[in-house]
């Protein structure tokens, strides 16, 4: 049996072949909680674990006692954390515990070595035994004491399912859900406390509820949401730890997006409004609970929505793409993750595809760049990574190869493409022949040419036309209405991207920024073009030129 091309999953190589793959279910809410996107099944049942933490801090919050207490956003941090006791984190437990008249024997959550190495190692080294507080939900714990003091509620029985705090936070869960409550499982979580089990459609929507909360701020729970957001933001090592996503996405880009992990590859993230969409909120679930499957699952998803680029910040990109070694330490492989969005209809049952992902995006660049530049070797090597592509995509993405290199180069390309299909097995396309009237095809290439250049479609029609009036004449008939309009897939934005390619491999400045500027008038979000056209630039030692003209767009700059 061949190896697997390009399967979706969070994928385990070793050398140059899957050695393991983990399935995921994942969804996208929008602000009303209709899915939106999906991967997998989320109609799965999860146990929501410590994803549940910032809602089981609701309570705290919304009765006044960050106020009555003087909680700082440091302690406020922690009990929503699953941290990972190092010394920062349990002087901010202790701290909870002191204001409160609050012992550490109080704690019910059972101990365990700290997350953080430096930290187990210290507890050693000083002939120390790890304690309640070095839990990684101690400070959740702490903050449920706090409440039951405050609120005159037992403090022994803090945990039990029919305790007044886990009452009402099992109810706050189901009103942020919209679940009625007895459809919500419960059972014990790991530190003692009461978990939750919900389909991964209802988590996604319990946490897109919060990102709303989080982005009106009017009522008193949305006020406690922002609060507690904030907080995370602002304080993201009290989350997590050194080295830890949780903190390291939130220091990379806490100003749009929460996400709390969970056990068992639990992840959940309430987007905050800072793009067009508005708020939103994903969850996911590995299938098989692999923890080493849990980080790249997000942030996959994540540029799958265009919400990050983990490729520009060396921090994320270990979590993104994590290496693998031997006992040696040697470098054995690498886990990566595609999984590709689907697009959900509201009211409908129908899914479609999600806009174009980074991978895919990178993979039409390149295919693009290869074509153009008449290098074989680079073309077949595109072809391997665009598993994602349909047959009859490549096909009109090589045939439009011919406006930006010619028909030599473009004939050289389906040669190399025909050979490659071949020998992979793999079908070829629909080759479809495109005739029309040349009326009919300018009327097309003008609406196709206004879309892709915008407000500055008309100076270029007149500069064309001053350089001949059949150059401008040939761009709208043949270029734009008969090939690069062309009905069907693939839409203007497959082609955009890989008119990028193009024109990277082709050194062509003034272009490149013409069709940069295009991609994202034809709908390609910028995180993606960015992330897309700096990953193919750096394979053509043309970073510097590409990543100044992105830097210009962002700017506003004329292209």
């Known amino acids: 049996m061949a190896p697997l091309r390009n399967p979706a999953g969070v994928r385990v190589w070793r050398g140059d072949e899957i050695e393991s793959l983990h399935a995921v279910a994942a969804a996208v809410v929008d602000r009303a909680g209709r899915m939106i996107y999906r991967h997998g099944d989320p109609a ?74 430096a930290a187990a190692e210290e507890l050693r080294r000083r002939g120390e035994t790890p304690t309640a507080i070095h839990n990684n939900c101690s400070g959740k714990h702490a903050g449920m004491l706090l409440v039951c003091r405050a609120l005159g509620w037992p403090l022994e029985s803090y945990l039990s399912p029919d305790h007044p705090l886990q009452q009402r936070i099992w109810r706050t869960l189901a009103e942020l859900s919209g679940m009625p409550p007895e459809e919500i499982g419960r059972a014990v979580d790991g530190c003692g406390a009461v ?34 957001f904030d907080a995370m933001a602002a304080h993201p090592a009290h989350v997590g730890g050194t080295g830890r996503l949780d903190s390291d996405l939130l220091r990379h880009a806490g100003d749009r997006l929460i996400a709390k992990t969970g056990a068992e590859g639990v992840f959940c993230a309430a987007l905050r409004g800072a793009r067009k969409e508005g708020p939103r909120a994903l969850a996911l679930k590995v299938v098989d609970g692999a923890r080493r499957a849990q980080d790249p699952a997000l942030l996959a998803l994540l540029e799958e929505l265009g919400e990050i680029d983990a490729a520009r910040d060396p921090a994320l990109e270990g979590h993104a793409r994590p290496v693998t070694l031997n006992r040696s330490g040697a470098p054995v492989g690498r886990i990566d993750a595609r999984l590709p969005l689907e697009r959900q209809e509201p009211g409908s049952g129908e899914a479609h595809p999600a806009p174009i992902s980074a991978t895919v995006a990178a993979a039409i660049v390149r295919l693009g760049a290869a074509a153009a530049s008449g290098d074989a070797e680079r073309l077949v090597a595109a072809l391997e990574q665009a598993g994602e592509i349909a047959s009859d995509d490549i096909e009109e993405l090589l045939l439009q190869t011919y406006l930006f290199a010619g ?15 071949s020998r992979d097995g793999r079908e070829r396309g629909e080759r479809r022949v495109e005739a029309g009237a040349a009326e009919t095809l300018r009327e097309r290439g003008e609406a196709l040419c206004r879309r892709v250049y915008g407000e500055h479609y008309e100076p270029l029609r007149i500069r064309l036309e001053r350089l001949h009036p059949e150059i401008a004449e040939w761009t709208l008939v043949e270029g734009y209405g008969k090939v690069l309009g062309r009905p069907g897939s693939p839409g203007p934005q497959m082609r955009e991207l890989a008119a990028v390619g193009a024109l990277i491999a082709l ?25 897309a056209a700096r990953e193919v630039a750096a394979e053509w030692g043309k970073e510097d030129s590409v990543g100044s003209l992105l830097a210009e767009l962002r700017r506003g700059k004329p292209a």
Do not use: Y
């Not at 901010?92 to 997350?115: F, N, Q």
């Not at 978990?195 to 009106?216: N, S, Y």
């Not at 028909?407 to 299909?421: H, V």
């Not at 062509?508 to 073009?529: I, Y």
């Open 44 to 117: 799965r049942r999860a146990w929501l674990r410590s994803s549940a933490k910032p809602i089981q801090l609701l309570p705290l919050v919304e009765e006044g006692l960050v106020e009555r207490f003087g909680f700082s956003q440091e302690e406020l941090a922690v009990m929503a954390a699953s941290h990972d006791a190092e010394p920062f984190h349990l002087e901010a437990v202790r701290a909870i515990l002191d204001r409160a008249g609050l012992e550490e024997s109080m704690l019910r959550c059972g101990a365990h070595e700290p997350g953080n190495a």
């Open 407 to 421: 028909f030599p180069r473009t004939i050289n390309a389906f040669f190399t493409w025909q050979g490659w299909a």
């Open 195 to 228: 978990t939750f089990a919900m389909p991964i459609t209802a988590m996604a929507r319990a946490w897109g509820t919060l990102a709303v909360a989080d982005a009106r701020r009017e009522t008193a729970r949305e006020k406690a949401v922002g609060r507690i």
């Open 507 to 531: 050194d062509a400045g003034r272009q490149l920024a013409a069709h940069l500027r295009g991609a994202l008038h034809v709908g390609v979000p910028e995180a993606v073009l960015g992330s």
